[in-house]
């Protein structure tokens, strides 16, 4: 497997979170699936119903399909399309976050739990109290306090809860918007985590991003650098690296912060648009080499509902700010807009 090919193709998948538990490489992605459902800006292409765990001794080495650890219909709060998961230890214990619609179609946050990193894991009853929107992303720091990013504009309706970060006030007007045009940009929300791993500390926070010259907010009509969805974090030489999506422009973009709360100063790309609309990713250490997980849609020959996982490797420069290690071949951006099909 070279480090630009599909690391399994007798499956879709999609959205990579890879973290290295007992020194072995495990990805936990979506689980992409044949559909008839026309792509649209609310996502409802992407028809996930389960999850696989990936694994692996080496980049580039055999890599293990674990099976399904978890599925909608073990779930007790789910109606369906159980989207971009991550994963997360403490206590002994695995953790599988999930996003997923609810019985009433708004997107909550889920939690399942194991006792190994492949699973299977055994979801909680219901949702995450105060959770909403989607791509949940765990980072655990080095004095234990574990936290939880997520949110995703569009179809993870994220505009749907503009000023609120209980996810109390639900606004269903917002379903048909797409984002705010003018003002600040929506940033993605951040938890600090229970000491057992299944609820919200205290209600989320936003997590801002802010213009390296100004120190202001990136604007919301700044489609090239700010946050759409795909939040994550990891840690570099005592610096916080966060790193996200931004959507129609097809970027993978990061900042760097004091804190894992925030702020952020953006940094700039690591990734130029890839063949397909979204780009989701992940970025860990392992083996003392760093690297770029994601996804495209070559596997399926563009089609942006059945994606395919990839790693490339990252390095960083003196000033602390991150590259791809090969150069990217370019490739034409999709649309700002999914019409329907």
């Given at each position: 497997?070279?480090?630009?090919?599909?690391?399994?193709?007798?499956?879709?998948?999609?959205?990579?979170?890879?973290?290295?538990?007992?020194?072995?490489?495990?990805?936990?992605?979506?689980?992409?699936?044949?559909?008839?459902?026309?792509?649209?800006?609310?996502?409802?292409?992407?028809?996930?119903?389960?999850?696989?765990?990936?694994?692996?001794?080496?980049?580039?080495?055999?890599?293990?399909?674990?099976?399904?650890?978890?599925?909608?219909?073990?779930?007790?709060?789910?109606?369906?399309?159980?989207?971009?998961?991550?994963?997360?230890?403490?206590?002994?214990?695995?953790?599988?976050?999930?996003?997923?619609?609810d019985k009433d179609g708004i997107f909550r946050i889920g939690v399942a739990v194991g006792d190994k990193p492949e699973g299977p894991f055994k979801a909680e009853k219901e949702a995450i109290q105060g959770?909403?929107?989607?791509?949940?992303?765990?980072?655990?720091?080095?004095?234990?306090?574990?936290?939880?990013?997520?949110?995703?504009?569009?179809?993870?309706?994220?505009?749907?809860?503009?000023?609120?970060?209980?996810?109390?006030?639900?606004?269903?007007?917002?379903?048909?918007?797409?984002?705010?045009?003018?003002?600040?940009?929506?940033?993605?929300?951040?938890?600090?985590?229970?000491?057992?791993?299944?609820?919200?500390?205290?209600?989320?926070?936003?997590?801002?991003?802010?213009?390296?010259?100004?120190?202001?907010?990136?604007?919301?009509?700044?489609?090239?650098?700010?946050?759409?969805?795909?939040?994550?974090?990891?840690?570099?030489?005592?610096?916080?690296?966060?790193?996200?999506?931004?959507?129609?422009?097809?970027?993978?973009?990061y900042a760097i912060g004091e804190s894992p709360l925030g702020p952020f100063t953006y940094g700039g790309r690591i990734l130029e648009p890839v063949i397909g609309w979204t780009t989701h990713h992940s970025?860990?250490?392992?083996?003392?080499?760093?690297?770029?997980?994601?996804?495209?849609?070559?596997?399926?020959?563009?089609?942006?509902?059945?994606?395919?996982?990839?790693?490339?490797?990252?390095?960083?420069?003196e000033q602390g700010h991150i590259h791809l290690k090969d150069p990217q071949p370019e490739v034409e951006a999709p649309p700002a807009k999914l019409e329907d099909a």
């Amino acid at each position: 497997m070279a480090d630009k090919d599909p690391i399994v193709n007798h499956i879709y998948t999609a959205d990579p979170s890879a973290h290295v538990f007992n020194n072995r490489l495990y990805i936990y992605p979506s689980h992409d699936r044949e559909t008839t459902i026309k792509d649209n800006d609310k996502g409802d292409q992407y028809d996930m119903a389960d999850y696989h765990v990936l694994s692996m001794d080496e980049v580039g080495g055999e890599v293990t399909d674990h099976g399904i650890a978890l599925k909608a219909e073990d779930i007790p709060w789910v109606s369906k399309q159980l989207w971009a998961p991550d994963a997360a230890t403490k206590n002994g214990k695995y953790y599988l976050y999930f996003p997923a619609r609810d019985k009433d179609g708004i997107f909550r946050i889920g939690v399942a739990v194991g006792d190994k990193p492949e699973g299977p894991f055994k979801a909680e009853k219901e949702a995450i109290q105060g959770s909403f929107s989607i791509d949940p992303a765990s980072f655990v720091d080095d004095d234990g306090q574990a936290y939880l990013y997520f949110g995703g504009l569009w179809g993870g309706q994220l505009q749907c809860y503009a000023g609120a970060e209980d996810g109390s006030n639900f606004d269903a007007a917002q379903l048909g918007a797409n984002e705010p045009s003018t003002g600040a940009a929506l940033g993605a929300k951040v938890a600090k985590l229970s000491s057992d791993m299944l609820s919200f500390a205290a209600p989320a926070t936003d997590v801002q991003i802010l213009d390296p010259d100004t120190s202001s907010p990136i604007a919301a009509s700044d489609h090239a650098r700010r946050f759409f969805e795909a939040a994550w974090l990891h840690k570099y030489k005592g610096k916080y690296y966060f790193s996200y999506s931004t959507g129609d422009s097809h970027y993978l973009c990061y900042a760097i912060g004091e804190s894992p709360l925030g702020p952020f100063t953006y940094g700039g790309r690591i990734l130029e648009p890839v063949i397909g609309w979204t780009t989701h990713h992940s970025i860990a250490e392992f083996k003392e080499r760093w690297w770029l997980f994601y996804h495209d849609s070559t596997l399926s020959g563009g089609r942006n509902h059945l994606r395919c996982v990839k790693i490339r490797e990252l390095v960083y420069d003196e000033q602390g700010h991150i590259h791809l290690k090969d150069p990217q071949p370019e490739v034409e951006a999709p649309p700002a807009k999914l019409e329907d099909a």
